[in-house]
């Protein structure tokens, strides 16, 4: 063999073996994400997405978790995923008959919202990232302490601050940014509040029976000024849409607040609002719906938690049967953390709060009673 | 004299001169785009409970509890739990720090990932075990996590490695033209 031939070799051998070198190296240093999605057939999440880290190529096993109400197309929970494939969907099929059949037997019905970005752990779930992603859940319960999740397809909307509110066959659930309506709870219209010239964003909206039209309660930016204030407009069933150039402004409520529950009672309107500083919920009476209205009763917190978003929990002839507020707190890392919300069935007078528990920690909670006593 | 004008239009009779190095310079750049990570820093700061003074002496040592299988393995259970990530203990091994502390008063822990949420999932949880198991440790001591942690974007943003490759392969494809330029005229013969 020429010396020419044998330094060619030798070259092309070395070459071969830092390439090597260099690809071993970046092999085993790089890493991919998979992203396991679960989702009802709407495409919203019903849980937390699974996140992994793992070599590329690498396959990973998963045993999809058993959601209560929910099946998936087949015998056996196992899957197989290959890393590098970013994002995967695993497609759980609601038993939504089944649900419906108790839903309508049950004693109480509610609306609330789920952080669906991390999981709820001893009732407590906190929020580390910088944005939360809610999603509806209707739920019910013979009793208070508990509450089981409808499985159906939800809307895959973000939904923050749910209400729920019954006229005649129809299902209202007002959310910041829209209305819902549905007679099945199944099937949703999505209805986006549009915004006026002088209400940009309506915040923490809910429907209630004024006499016999339906009224609006909402918050919203007090025009030419940065404070949240709450206003109170007629509510168009048909379009599902607030007539917000009739809204009017409702007086007595002080502090920063972010929601306010309204109803109306036999010798006037009660309004409850929780002070966002503070964590106190306020209720309030007057004897027209705009106020002024004065203090009945405060829900003080317990230390080092505040609650919120207090609502008025009705019986389907429009009774006060309860107040029903939630509660959080900052934890060891200065995340919320909400830890379920609480019901009391008197307002004027107080009673041991009842924690509602269920599948996760509640959000905003609003509580319909069914049927007659 | 050339100006970038005639700089440009003589460009093109000595296309190759600039092609590779902007290839190569390509090349290199490869290396860093797509590699971004997110970072994210938390720190714990430890007091003495009786006369309020901060501990930066011993933060050097607390550091070493850091990668401790009792921290790093209850995070790795309340990764699961709570957040719904699965992580091996190896990875979350590799991917929190902690860097070296000359002075100050607060320990100093950065979770690095690709997913910026995975980055701060993994930091949170880490600091949070090392919070509880220090406070374990360290009976007599106020521990707090400082409410102030940071996600920074890590790595080349594509668009500048690009400009800055085909600048740099520019710059390199004229000084390999003027000298073969020089070497042509015989002024760099000695």
Redesign the interface.
Known sequence: MSSKRQNRIRNGLIATAILLVIGLVSYWKS???L?INFVDENGTPV???????GRPNAV?NLTAAKVPGYTLNRTHYQFKYTYGTSQQQVIYHPDTVASLDKLLKAKYIGVSAQDI???T?NGVQ?T???QSDNRLRVLYANRLNDWHTFSTNYPDVAIQDPTLFQLGEFWFIAYTGGVLRSTDLSNWDVIATTPSPKFHNVIAPSLVHVGKKTDMIFMATVPKRKELASFVAPFNETTGQPKLTQAKRIRGVTGPSTSASLYQGRTGYYLTYSEQDSGVVYIKKSKTITGKYRLVRKIVPVKGSFYYAPTFALDEAGKVRGIVYSSYYYD????LAYNGAFMQSKILTKTPPIQLTGQFAFQKFSVIKLGAD | MENLYTFFKNMRKDWPLFLFPIIVCLAFASIFIGNEQTVFVSRIQVQSRGDRQWDSLSIPVYQTILKNPTVIRSAQIALKKDYNIAVSQAQLVASVTTKPVVHGNAMVIAATARDPELATAMGKQVTASMYYTLGTYLPTKDLRIDPRATVKQQGANPVYALLISLLSGLAIGQGLRLLMRRRGKGELDV
Do not use: H, Q, R
Request: charged share 15%; net charge negative; glycine share 4%.
């Open positions: 890493s991919s994400t992203v849980t937390a997405p699974l996140k992994t880290i990973y970005t991390t999981n752990f906190s580390p990232y910088e060891e890392s200065g995340d």
